[in-house]
């Protein structure tokens, strides 16, 4: 169809390294309770399998823009990523194939409404106004890649303060197993991005503060809450 009756919206596009065009962003994948130490933290079962929800595609923040404090909340928390990239869909894909699914990988936060969270789990309310809210997902450029899924550090700092540090190796569901899960879950297509699940150590966020976040071979970002 050629015509529509309001301007169409934008893609959202993130950066890639050393290309001059854009990773289109279809749709945004997170995992939740990905690492035992922060499942803990999070008051959950050692037990509970990890769990999908989502986010806006628009949610996402390029590199080198700020992320304004959302409304309606009190209590504003960070969480640092890996990011899967997918560069080839399907669906039911094989954990032994699914690397082959993956286009790059880049670093993110899963910015939290923590308090609407809570209040959402106390009554079994779904997430979407604790997790998908405008520019809640801040990004790095994507880093293209071949072969083995990283592994190494994973790593936030708060105005300097380290306030997470752990390793990608330490997440109970690995990138294949994700990927593969999610696949018989949803049809996986060119342009889902997985945010993978947050290790230990998250914690409140005011305006002004500069955070940084990396994970080793994979990148870094740095983004103000504004
Ligand atoms: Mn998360």
Same mark, same amino acid.
């Given at each position: 169809? +050629?015509?529509?009756? =309001? $301007?169409?919206p934008p893609?959202?596009?993130?950066?890639?390294? /050393?290309e001059t065009g854009g990773f289109p962003v279809r749709r945004i %994948?997170?995992?939740? *309770?990905?690492?035992?130490?922060?499942?803990?933290e999070m008051g959950g079962d050692d037990r509970d399998p990890p769990i999908f929800f989502t !986010?806006?595609?628009?949610?996402v923040v390029p590199p080198g823009r700020d992320a304004a404090y959302p409304p309606r909340t009190n209590d504003l928390h960070h969480? =640092?990523? %890996?990011?899967?990239? =997918?560069?080839?869909g399907g669906t039911d894909i094989?954990?032994?194939? $699914?690397? #082959?699914?993956?286009?790059?990988?880049?670093v993110g936060v899963d910015l939290t409404r923590r308090d609407l969270q809570n209040a959402a789990k106390? !009554? #079994?309310y779904p997430w979407d106004a604790a997790k998908g809210f405008d520019e809640s997902a801040p990004i790095s +450029?994507?880093?293209?890649?071949?072969?083995?899924?990283?592994? /190494? *550090? =994973? /790593?936030?700092?708060?105005? #300097?303060?380290? *306030?997470?540090? +752990?390793?990608? $190796?330490d997440m109970i569901w690995n990138v294949a197993e994700i990927v593969s899960e999610a696949s018989k879950l949803w049809t996986l297509a060119p342009g889902d991005l997985i945010y993978t699940g947050t290790p230990e150590g998250v914690g409140p966020l005011v305006r002004g503060d500069l955070v940084e976040g990396e994970v080793e071979g994979v990148g870094k970002l740095a983004f103000r809450i504004v």
């Amino acid at each position: 169809m +050629a015509d529509f009756v =309001i $301007a169409p919206p934008p893609v959202p596009v993130v950066p890639v390294e /050393g290309e001059t065009g854009g990773f289109p962003v279809r749709r945004i %994948l997170c995992v939740g *309770r990905n690492y035992t130490a922060h499942r803990i933290e999070m008051g959950g079962d050692d037990r509970d399998p990890p769990i999908f929800f989502t !986010k806006p595609a628009d949610a996402v923040v390029p590199p080198g823009r700020d992320a304004a404090y959302p409304p309606r909340t009190n209590d504003l928390h960070h969480e =640092i990523e %890996l990011v899967v990239a =997918i560069g080839t869909g399907g669906t039911d894909i094989a954990v032994e194939t $699914a690397l #082959g699914h993956v286009y790059g990988y880049a670093v993110g936060v899963d910015l939290t409404r923590r308090d609407l969270q809570n209040a959402a789990k106390d !009554k #079994g309310y779904p997430w979407d106004a604790a997790k998908g809210f405008d520019e809640s997902a801040p990004i790095s +450029a994507i880093r293209r890649w071949n072969g083995p899924e990283p592994v /190494g *550090r =994973i /790593g936030l700092s708060v105005n #300097g303060k380290s *306030r997470q540090n +752990a390793v990608v $190796a330490d997440m109970i569901w690995n990138v294949a197993e994700i990927v593969s899960e999610a696949s018989k879950l949803w049809t996986l297509a060119p342009g889902d991005l997985i945010y993978t699940g947050t290790p230990e150590g998250v914690g409140p966020l005011v305006r002004g503060d500069l955070v940084e976040g990396e994970v080793e071979g994979v990148g870094k970002l740095a983004f103000r809450i504004v």
